[in-house]
């Protein structure tokens, strides 16, 4: 008799099972997509036992188990590079298997790339991995054992004896354990990663996928650091949020897995991101075998990452939790920094005079220090001076005397998806503000004058192709625009991301004035505004909002809010039956939310809260509390969910503006916008669609 779906469910995992069609027995990948298979092995599942099973045409029984009633599991080895097939008893199934180094989807490996093997410090300890052993970055794995101690802090574990002070953990499952963790180190993708996990040398056996940790609850935390200028060219030494032994989640039996391209601040690509993440997750689960769901954690570019790898790779992470969040890279900063940016500089040398509130309602942000604080963000865009971490030689980067040199700006970063300038060599550029009037609203409440209205939008300009301040406004590369929308760098939200529950906390700093203050509190209502556009709810997505700064980090697990936040999200998940293989409706993810999840404020250090619907604007105790601002593009005109890079345009008229401008500064005003001025009820010049998700370059 032929098993239903339902009896593979033991051996399921979020990437998606791909099984054979009409034939008695199933066969599916559980440790990745049955294409994307990498490092020579996979975790095979069997719906019922097998008489014959082979790779390639060569017997391997012996390499799986019995497991659970009546399938099979098996860590098959010695795939070769390119197309394997494995049969069952007449079923079969084509693997595609990859280099353990990459790359699989992200395309062609950046060049030059530097190791920082040497700069990579080992858990709890002042030891590095040492040099590498290749020009792909690699090193030899290695296993750690770590414990924490009666001080709050983790230390070696000495072999032999306990040591004395060694502290006791109760996990999820309400089990008793010793607090040691097993650290694995190793390099994939030519990235450092580590997996993290309670262990007990005394009683586990070494882990399988048969033998998992008796301590691990089933469920796995992947997390993702934040950054992105200088994050090119380099493979990093740091990994995760907050390193590899987070003690919010290794207290409570959950694994911990992440990568150094999993840090924005060493890899701002979402493709290279997305791509690392899923080879270590793979690595994970044929050490230990299938979770029950992967949570993913991360704070600013960490959500940058999150947010549209939910979204174009689905499976990856079953449920979001991010914090200071952005909706993507290329919008949240690449757009509102460049405006920023120039706005600040117009400022520095403006002729008309502006006092400081007219500066923050012709921006749109919160406090005068906002502008310089993001302004200098941008040079995260600029090829000439711009920001290469110090692992990349002065000599080799890109300067007027060096104009062979390697570019520092995330444009060349991300030339696999924007492409090249045929005539330059460098990555092509979607930035565009033409058709922009700066401080249009600002305008029509009447805080500014026409005047002042007028010089801004004559001065503010643009940027060359390396960065440099030009008195014209600047156009973006149609190419880059369109290639930008069509491979997902704009977080579209109707792919992945409407079946993926998100928690959205934020530690408050756009008030008062402080270096963190660019984490403003808009960029939540702009993801929250994208979900209800392309799926008609934001179900899904939850709003916790309490006061930053007093010592309370961006995503600090010292928060008592954040620490009920895992408890939450694994609730929500668990109900949920996530991980599974299919994806949950928006009325399905509803139903399973944990009553107490809602969107609130917190006061008191998080003890009180405040239990109300998040709103952008409106008369309520959180936005008194905590409120949004904006950006130079929103008050402009642009929608709030601030996805369009270009403009469409329409011609100037006086019906746009509520003051009334004479004959001869209408006529300047056309000078300005020779074009035409942005029409935002339109799309966006070649805002296509999404393409299909899990593509490659």
Known sequence: MRLKRLSLCLFCTSLAAVEAV????????????????????????????????????????????????PGMLGLVRGLRLGSNTIEADGASIEIQNYPLQGPIFSGPHEQPFYCMTEKFALPASKETLGPALDADCSIKTRVDFVYRGNDGDFHPLPSGTRPSDLAETTTTDGKRVPYIVRVETGTIDRAIYQTAVLFDPAADKAPTPFDPPQSW?????????????????????????????????????????????????????????????SMVKEHFIKTFGPMKFTIGWGC???????????????????????????????TAQILNLSDADLMNHYFTAAKVPWTDDQ??????????????????????????????????PKATQYSLSNPTGVRCDIYDHMANILGRDPATGAGRNPWDNVGVQYGLDALNTGVITKAQFIDLNRNIGGYDNDGNFSQSRGEGDLAAIEAAYREGQITNGGLGLKSTPIIDYRAYVDQPQNNAENHSRFHSFVLRQRLVEANGSAANHVMLIEAGGNGLALMDDASPVLDHVLTQMDQWLTKLNAGMGSSPTLAQITAAKPADLTDACFTDHGKTKIAEEQVYRGNTKCNELYPAFASPRLVAGAPLRFDVLKCALKPLTDTDYRVEFTQAEMAELKVIFPKGVCDYTLPGVGQVTTKTVWRGF
């Open 22 to 69: 009409a034939a008695p027995i199933t066969i599916s990948v559980v440790s990745s997509r049955p294409d994307m298979v990498s490092g020579g092995d996979a975790l095979i599942a069997l719906s019922e036992p097998a008489n014959k099973i082979t790779l390639n045409g060569t017997e391997i029984r012996a390499d799986f188990r019995t497991a659970g009633s």
């Open 217 to 277: 609850n089933r469920r796995l935390v992947y997390t993702f650091g934040g950054g992105c200028v200088g994050g090119w060219y380099i493979q990093g030494n740091s990994v995760g949020n907050r390193g590899i032994l987070e003690d919010l989640m290794l207290r409570q039996g959950y694994a911990l897995a992440s990568s150094s391209l999993n840090v924005f601040g060493n890899n701002c690509s979402i493709e290279l991101a997305a791509e690392a993440a």
């Open 300 to 330: 600013s570019g960490g959500s940058e990452q999150e947010h549209p790898i939910a979204d174009s790779f689905p499976g990856l992470i079953d449920g979001a939790v991010v914090g200071c969040s952005f909706p993507d890279v290329m």
């Open 359 to 392: 500066e923050l309602a012709a921006s749109g942000y919160p406090t005068v220090t906002t502008l310089p604080t993001l302004a200098s963000g941008a040079v995260r865009t600029k090829a000439q001076d711009g920001t290469c971490n110090a692992a990349v």
